[in-house]
């Protein structure tokens, strides 16, 4: 109750760029004029520059690039997907944090967000890279009815509907490297990663890890790491809400999701393909067993790698890093 209305309070001050007063706010929210100040009062902490002048009252100056819980909900149109949040200042992943909530019975939907991770999980054991402040670090629950191996389809939906968001936010439309890299420009923005909580046949959730590098400045990446990763800011010229980016993400991946419930892989297939970067040309495939060199045709129903290798040979690739040559 009190969050929603700090909401209002937020639509409210939005609404207009002239003072308005703490009498026509507390009318408007139905509450008194010392909690409105009490709200006010949290915003600022929260970031918010708000200038109270007495006899005048209040106006909104800037609001924080912040992606906590008011400003992820507020004006989000999902149904399940962000309607709980839970934020975090710090966190060591939001992996972890997602684990043991899917666990104790979350919805389906809830997410898990940080502002900065300090052992930020990436594929294959590596460690994700989580600077404060300047980068989505997010953890969503999903509960699908559906067998484990059909687990990595669902990355390849959150694939897609990160590239629809990013295409919505910034115009710019990135490539999706298999099975789950975003890339600009043949950089990492985005890294996605699918954990399970299942037993042999049967999903009890899947919890879908973004890291999406968006105002990052290209000095803060770690020398190891800056000629294959950048972040939107340095590709769109100028820094990006966070927030708006990650109501884009959730509303386009529910929307995925639902039909994805009723219809099934196949026109995620299609989109996925059309977004893919490898397709259709000769790349190499390092996988557990060793390397194989050939032409990347498309993805499975089960959304592994078709590549066909020189000898005519087709293969089936569910786990490696792909090389693509320029
Ligand atoms: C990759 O290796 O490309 C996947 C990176 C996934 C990073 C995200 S950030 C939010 C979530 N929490 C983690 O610890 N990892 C994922």
Redesign the pocket.
């Known amino acids: 109750l009190e969050e929603s209305i700090r909401n209002r309070l937020i639509t409210i001050l939005f609404g207009t760029t002239q003072f308005i007063s703490g009498e026509e706010i507390s009318k408007q929210l139905n509450c008194s004029r010392t909690a409105v100040w009490k709200h006010i009062k949290e915003l600022k902490k929260n970031g918010y520059q708000i200038e109270s002048v007495p006899k005048k009252g209040y106006r909104v100056i800037s609001r924080p690039d912040r992606i906590s819980e008011d400003e992820v909900k507020h004006q989000l149109h999902t149904k399940r997907f962000g309607q709980v949040v839970h934020y975090h200042e710090s966190v060591t ?3 972890e944090i997602a684990h043991r909530f899917a666990l104790d019975g979350a919805l389906e939907g809830t997410l898990i967000i940080a502002d900065e ?1 300090v052992k ?4 294959l054991g ?1 460690a ?1 890279h ?1 600077p404060k402040g300047t980068g989505i ?3 969503i629950i999903l509960r699908p009815a559906i067998p484990p191996q059909q687990a990595p389809q669902l990355t390849l939906l959150a694939a897609v509907s990160m590239v629809k968001a990013i295409i919505r936010v910034t115009n710019i439309q990135p490539e999706i490297k298999w099975p789950n ?1 975003i890339l600009i420009n043949g950089k990492k923005i985005v ?3 699918t954990e399970l909580q299942a037993e042999a046949d049967r999903v009890n959730s899947v919890i879908i ?3 999406i590098n968006v105002n990052t400045a290209e000095v803060n990446f770690p020398a190891d790491i800056l000629d294959r990763a950048t972040s939107l800011r340095v590709v769109h010229g100028e820094a990006l809400s966070r927030s708006a980016l990650v109501k884009a993400l959730l509303e386009e991946m529910e929307k995925l999701y639902d039909t994805y419930l009723d219809e099934g892989f196949p026109f995620i297939k299609v989109m996925w393909e059309s977004y893919a970067a490898s397709l259709g040309k000769m790349i190499t495939a390092r996988t557990l067993k060793g390397e194989l060199y050939g032409l990347a045709k498309g993805i499975t129903a089960e959304g592994s790698l078709i590549l066909e290798d020189e000898d005519g040979q087709i293969h089936n690739i569910y786990s490696a890093d792909i090389d693509i040559p320029k």
């Open positions: 992943s939001t992996q991770q930020g999980r990436g594929r590596r994700w989580s670090w997010m953890s890299d890294g996605i990663l890890g973004m890291g």
